[in-house]
T-cell receptor
Framework: DGGITQSPKYLFRKEGQNVTLSCEQN?????MYWYRQDPGQGLRLIYY???????QKGDIAEGYSVSREKKESFPLTVTSAQKNPTAFYLC????????????????FGPGTRLTVL | AQSVAQPEDQVNVAEGNPLTVKCTYS??????LFWYVQYPNRGLQFLLK????DNLVKGSYGFEAEFNKSQTSFHLKKPSALVSDSALYFC?????????????WGLGTSLAVNP
């Protein structure tokens, strides 16, 4: 099956602890994204990467870090500097299947729910 | 500034009745518009998109959406609602300006279909 996988499904973090959320895709997509979802606030972009070894900050990057060493993988680290990390985290990807990247559909993984204890 | 508005936080409709979930947008350049659905504790699923051409776009699960350039709207519709359509619906837009892959998201509309 082609698709996007995220692990773990549920994650619990203690105060002051860094945690890493996994996102893997086998769709051969160039671009990958991390979003944070809080109730009533929609989706907010944390980081995105349009190509391997390159990534850009989104709207709420503070307290998060990413890497893009492989096309298939885009892990997100929630650091201790993120003061309110409890949220639902969604990974997505888009591919260059059409003539213009703006027309590409964004596909999502199943999400990881992070809770701070 | 580019933006998307979903003016209704919640929409309630009886099963079998038509449903509409509203979306308006503001972008520079031509818009590329998307609808997604999210079931509880799940990722978003793509429903349909408007890129160009026919203003009426048909998508998954019997949903359709009508692009209205003069009203800058892209409302999601379904002729006959099912209880299983109850979910959170998101509208999103991209501009065709530049090599931009970032989506601008609405805050979502919770649809409740009552049996």
């Amino acid at each position: 099956d082609g698709g996007i996988t995220q692990s773990p499904k549920y994650l619990f973090r203690k105060e002051g602890q860094n945690v890493t959320l996994s996102c893997e895709q086998n769709l051969n997509h160039d671009a990958m994204y991390w979003y944070r979802q809080d109730p009533g606030q929609g989706l907010r972009l944390i980081y995105y990467s349009q190509i391997v070894n390159d990534f850009q900050k989104g709207d709420i990057a503070e307290g998060y870090s990413v890497s893009r060493e492989k096309k298939e993988s885009f892990p997100l680290t929630v650091t201790s500097a993120q003061k309110n990390p409890t949220a639902f985290y969604l990974c997505a990807s888009t591919g260059g299947t059409s003539g213009h990247p703006s027309t590409d559909t964004q596909y999502f993984g199943p999400g990881t729910r992070l809770t701070v204890l | 500034a580019q933006s998307v508005a979903q003016p209704e936080d919640q929409v309630n409709v009886a099963e079998g009745n038509p449903l509409t979930v509203k979306c308006t947008y503001s972008v520079s350049g031509n818009p590329y518009l998307f609808w997604y659905v999210q079931y509880p504790n799940r990722g978003l699923q793509f429903l349909l998109k408007y890129i160009t051409g026919d203003n009426l776009v048909k998508g998954s699960y019997g949903f359709e959406a009508e692009f209205n350039k003069s009203q800058t709207s892209f409302h999601l519709k379904k002729p006959s609602a099912l209880v299983s359509d109850s979910a959170l619906y998101f509208c999103a837009v991209r501009s065709n300006a530049g090599n931009n892959r970032k989506l601008i998201w609405g805050l979502g509309t919770s649809l409740a279909v009552n049996p």
